[in-house]
Structure formats: C-alpha cells, structure tokens
C-alpha cells in the first residue's frame, strides 16, 4: 500500500457508538471525510441522526445502549444485514460519578460498572464475533489517562478505565490470530458534556490545563487523528496498545517548575 493511502477508510463500513456528541460527533465526522461509510450509534437517536445528517454522503444512524446486550446485537445486526461487515468500531461512551471511595453507594458503583466495564465488553464481544469471523477488523475503545494517574474522587473511574484497557489487550491476543486489531486511545482533558461540570468552574478548569505539557484541554477534533490512525491501515502491525493523546499530561509529575529552570 502507498503511503499517502494509509489512511483512507475508502471502502471501510465503520460503525462508531456514542457518535452523537462530543469525541463520538468529532470521530464520525472525520471517519466520514477519510471515505469511509460510517454508522453513528448514540443512545440518544435524535443526536445520532443530527450529526449523520451533518455528516451527509452514506452516513447513517442508529440508536444503541451498550448497557443492554440486544440493543448492541440488534444495531450489529442491522449493519451486517445492511453492509455485509464490519470493519472498524470505535466506542467513546463512559459515565463517572465523582466521589470519593467512603462515599460511594452500591448504586453509583453498579452504574458505572454496567457502563464503563460491562458496557464496553458487551460491545467488544459483539464486534469481535462478526470480525474474527470474517478475519479481519479494528475495533478501538476509549480508555483515559486515568487507567495510569488518578485523584481524589476518582478511584472508581480510573479502575474502570484500567479495565477497559485490560480488556482490549485480552481481546488484542485472542483476535489477533484472525487478523483483527484492538486498541485503546487515551485522551487527556477534553472539553465534551462530560466535562462540563468541571469547566464551569474556574479554578478547576485552569488546574487541569497547567497539568499538561501544552498547558490547555483539548478540544473533540484533536481525538479524531489519534483513533482514526489506530482503526487505520497505518496502524496494521499496532495491537493490544493504548495511545495517549493527553497533552504530555502523563509526562509530567507536577506543575511546579524548580528555580532556575
């Protein structure tokens, strides 16, 4: 394959949960340019079907609950009946309660699991069924710097993440052999609806932009590159890996620069 074509999805059917907003929206609407023929999944149709209409072309829209395993089989089952494969899943969707450890209910614990852990396995398990039968695939899931840095409030959050992570290698070495990649892409801050609640608050908001090495949040479309090149033939021979699109958030323990320096 030449170079400048490795990154075309020319031909790919791409089907991308939680597409309705945020991360979702920014993905959908680049898989699109880069040529391929993408489903946009969202719980939420009318969002769904807003920015398939925005995207134009061959988009398309569905509804899916990642929470409710025939909700994911009926909208897989629809692109295959439809498309005749699936070649690429991207799926951003996460939830987090805010709370630290002692304070937790066995209520907000159940939720988050059933979205952020048992919602992405149920999605990974469908995607894989349909890719290792066809021998081919990329499935990418969202994880975050959280599976590796945490703070107060987010332990819960952070173990799913991990999770998340985890599971993706787990699938990464049981598809492999049938040619199906999974990865996980990292972000950093982002500024979505998730986040809102933390940019409404000044001090908030400029802590986690002086926490990166770029010193600001990212904004949706700085997401799109990033996990358009993991479901990509660029990243053919990339497997079982997270990539972290955080800013240099990671890179940095501290936001306090010695004198001198």
Request: neutral net charge; hydrophobic residues 45%; glycine residues 12%.
């Amino acid at each position: 394959m030449s170079t400048n074509r490795m990154f075309d999805l020319t031909g790919k059917v791409a089907a991308i949960i939680g597409g309705g907003s945020g991360i979702g929206k920014a993905v959908t609407l680049g898989a699109v340019e880069m040529g391929a023929t993408v489903v946009c999944l969202d719980v939420a149709r009318d969002a769904a079907a807003a920015v398939a209409a925005e995207a134009g072309g061959a988009t398309e829209s569905g509804t899916i609950d990642i929470t409710d395993t025939a909700s994911i089989e009926r909208a897989f089952s629809d692109i295959t009946s439809k498309h005749g494969r699936l070649d690429i899943l991207i799926c951003t969707p996460a939830i987090n309660v805010r709370k630290k450890i002692l304070d937790y209910s066995d209520e907000e614990l159940a939720r988050v699991v059933d979205v952020n852990i048992k919602g992405n396995f149920s999605v990974l398990r469908a995607a894989g069924r349909i890719m290792v039968a066809q021998r081919g695939g990329s499935i990418v899931l969202f994880s975050s710097i959280r599976a590796q840095s945490v703070e107060p409030g987010q332990s819960v959050y952070a173990a799913t993440k991990a999770g998340i992570l985890q599971l993706a290698r787990g699938a990464a070495c049981e598809f492999g052999p049938y040619g199906v990649r999974v990865n996980c892409i990292g972000p950093g801050v982002v500024e979505t609806p998730l986040t809102a609640p933390i940019r409404a608050n000044a001090d908030w908001y400029n802590a986690y932009a002086t926490k990166s090495a770029l010193g600001r949040w990212a904004q949706p479309e700085e997401m799109v590159g990033p996990t358009l090149f993991l479901a990509s033939d660029a990243a053919s021979f990339v497997t079982g890996t997270i990539l972290y699109a955080d800013g240099g958030w990671l890179a940095q323990d501290g936001r306090f620069t010695p004198p001198g320096m």
